[in-house]
């Protein structure tokens, strides 16, 4: 993954980008923990559910987060809902990207990296 880490010195807030079809767990990332200036708590607890669980789904505001031994799922809560109402999300949608998937070793050590970068900020 090209990950770059954000620390916007005007609004205070950090996240993260990633380039490509893995852009989804920056959003997913960046919209849902709440981190602020060297508090790594939300980014710790989340990294804590994924050592500790060998298989779980955590539901957040707008993403919603499975994983097992090996992969993570990303995917927008929308794709939940019956396609008739919510049509600008449907499958065939090209303008935003709903779900990706990744190694559960390598979103752990993003999480490890993003908390590192927060923490020296």
Not at 48 to 74: A, C, G, I, M
Request: aromatic share 10%.
């Amino acid at each position: 993954m090209d990950v770059e880490f954000i620390y916007d010195t005007i609004n205070k807030r950090h996240s993260i980008e990633i380039q490509g079809e893995q852009a989804v767990v920056a959003r997913f990332l960046s919209t849902e923990l709440e981190v602020k200036s060297r508090n790594t708590s939300a980014i710790e607890a989340l990294i804590l559910e994924l050592s500790q669980h060998d298989e779980k789904q955590l539901r957040f505001v707008e993403w919603t987060l499975d994983f097992d031994n090996e992969e993570v799922r990303v995917r927008h809560n929308s794709l939940f809902h019956n396609e008739a109402d919510h049509p600008e999300f449907g499958a065939g949608s090209a303008d935003w990207q709903l779900a990706t998937e990744c190694g559960k070793e390598d979103m752990i050590a993003l999480l490890v990296n993003w908390a590192e970068f927060v923490s020296n900020d």
